[in-house]
């Protein structure tokens, strides 16, 4: 079982940075695979950015490819996310996603959920 919490959400003027946390529980974070996942008000849920349970090989949605990087430490159990060049169009609930083995971009392949963090890109 694995418990997440984010952190770092928050309103920001466009072409801002926002770094969000997720803390997990459990002693077993590291061989976990963890993703960031983002809701806009009407839409699905959309897959942002995911890590291998090693850290290395991330995976980005074309839309974020260049300004928005993942990062975990292991050590803390505690992935991060690093937003920067914000745009209104990020303007979403971001959540931490968790799943055992093999890191994809699949929402529906992840077991555990944060409760998620409001970012607001003011244009």
């Known amino acids: 079982q694995v418990q997440l919490v984010e952190s770092g959400g928050g309103l920001v003027q466009a072409g801002g940075s926002l770094r969000l946390s997720c803390s997990a529980s459990?002693?077993?974070?590291?061989?976990?695979?963890m993703g960031w996942f983002r809701q806009a008000p009407g839409k699905e849920r959309d897959f942002v950015a995911a890590?291998?349970?090693?850290?290395?090989?991330?995976y980005y949605a074309d839309s974020v490819k260049g300004r928005f990087t993942i990062s975990r430490d292991n050590a803390k159990n505690t992935v991060y996310l690093q937003m920067n060049s914000l745009k209104p169009e990020d303007t979403a609930v971001y959540y931490c996603?968790?799943?055992?083995?093999?890191?994809?971009?699949?929402?529906?392949?992840?077991?555990?959920w944060g409760q998620g963090t409001q970012v607001t890109v003011s244009s």
């Open positions: 459990g002693r077993t974070f590291g061989s976990y695979a």
């Open positions: 890590i291998t349970w090693s850290g290395g090989s991330p």
């Open positions: 996603a968790a799943k055992y083995g093999m890191v994809t971009t699949r929402t529906d392949d992840y077991d555990y």
